[in-house]
């Protein structure tokens, strides 16, 4: 018998149903400071994600750092062709989420189990912000 | 969401596609938050320059702008990525100067001051209590929010423009009474003096409070603070906490008491710092090369009375070789300090003044880093410290008269 598969409630959704390789953080994150623009990667050094491409990742991260930037910034990397493809937060700010809305990319806040307890990087998530609801789809290794 | 007749027939396109479009943005944002109802607001203050927003910013702009998009509330911009007076002999990219005039241009033509000041509060415009307003960069909010008791979230670029248009807001967060009331509590038993020791304030409370709802509440300050004071204060919570509000109990018009700060709220939790606290923060600073050869007065802007002390402090001093000090400033500041002979007198000792950036944005900032040599960089500005280390700088906070020793001595202390 297979282990039944995780499956997340969020709190509040914006955007289109989507599927994809989930990139499960420890860090916050800012698509200023932690992000190269032009290349999509992860470069500020020390971050727990340093050197990750987030290119069509749904990307989970506990909390969102940084001021007023994000707001133009997911617009400017998805007009570069190298936005994730949803922005998991456990607890977010305003600007991250007019940034998401701004992009037309998928953000959603609050969960009802944290990712980094059932999910890894690599696995296959599908996150559906009418639902509310973040299912596991395939496991990395599996 | 519960919508006007007058929102009803923006979204049907009645005052066109810029106005319809804008509104349609915000109400997802409101949807989001779960907002009622949308509010009117008197003031916008938007961030808009070509490092933020990039190539796809600015094409929004152009598009916009061409489709007779146009501001009807009044709208102030924040600080840019340049000076131009100075882009060259900084080693900014000329194409990107040249894509930040035609940005500007856009912004102008529908309708926005292009005022380039973070410190919108001290130079262009005071709310008043209760007063909604669609300000962005974070520094301005909380100081709307804390210390006018106006209402503001933080807005980014795309929706205080958004705003501007519509002359309306969402009304979530701290628009509403129940996100304004006291998180927690934390009691100042340090007397904080100068500028960088409230700049530590807020950090020691911002970096052990990460979030947007947390709203500390001040206790036992003991004298009244400066508006530079609390402008040095709320940039760092906001920079370190990506906090919006805070109360100072005596101080702030929504606090006369701590029962009324906190609004029926019990405190999450109460902290107290102490004058060791801050000098922890201080000493927790490492200098790994002992160079010290860049030092800035920077994020946020100096007020005028910022400007004099710093003259009077680098007065008959100079720069010590090799070492690079910037001072950024708004317009009429520089302006008010020309006239006083304050910008004169730092510029004979071989500060470098910039108007209408703030250096943590400037273009370039990495390049330039390199280029100088500059692996350390040294500030009264908590909020610096903090924001500039994407540029890969090791930071350090000081006293304001320890820069200005350390800038003239070239000896790191």
Known sequence: MSVPRPTIRVKRAFGMAVQGEAVVSEEGFSPRYDLDRWSGVITRPGHKLEGINIRDKILFFPTAKGGIAAGWAFYDIKAKGIAPKALIFGVTNPVMVQGAVFANLTITEGWSRD????????????????AKTIELLKRANG | MKLTAEERAMLRGKRGEPVRRALELQIEVGRFYGAKRCVPVTNVHMMGDIEVMGDGGLEHLRRLAR?????EA????????????????????AGEAAKERRLIGYLRQMNVMTTDTCINYQTLYQPHFGERLAWGDT???????????????FESGPFALAAAMTRRVPEYGFHLDAHRRGTCVVEVDADPGDLAEWGALGKLVGESHQSYFAVPVFT???????ADELKHLGASLASYGSMAMYHMVGVTPEAPTLAAALGGNRPKERMRITRADIERVFRSYENPDGSCNFVVFSGPQLSLLEMKRLAELFDDRRVHA?????????????SAARALGYAQKLEAAGVTILEGVCVYILQNLTRMRAANGWANMISNSAKIVNTITAHKFNTILRRTRDCVDIACTGVFR
């Open chain 1, 115 to 130: 990712p980094r307890e059932c999910l890894k990087t690599g696995d296959i998530v599908r996150v559906d912000p009418q």
């Open chain 2, 322 to 334: 090799g070492t690079t000090v910037f001072v950024t400033t708004a317009n009429g500041v520089l």
């Open chain 2, 67 to 71: 489709s007779g998009a146009r501001c």
């Open chain 2, 220 to 226: 036992g300050v003991r004298r009244a603070p400066t």
């Open chain 2, 74 to 93: 009044a709208v102030t911009t924040n600080a840019r990525c340049f000076d131009f007076a100075h882009a060259e002999r900084l080693g900014q990219d």
């Open chain 2, 139 to 153: 520094g301005t909010v909380i100081w709307a929010n804390s210390v006018c008791g106006a209402r503001s979230n």
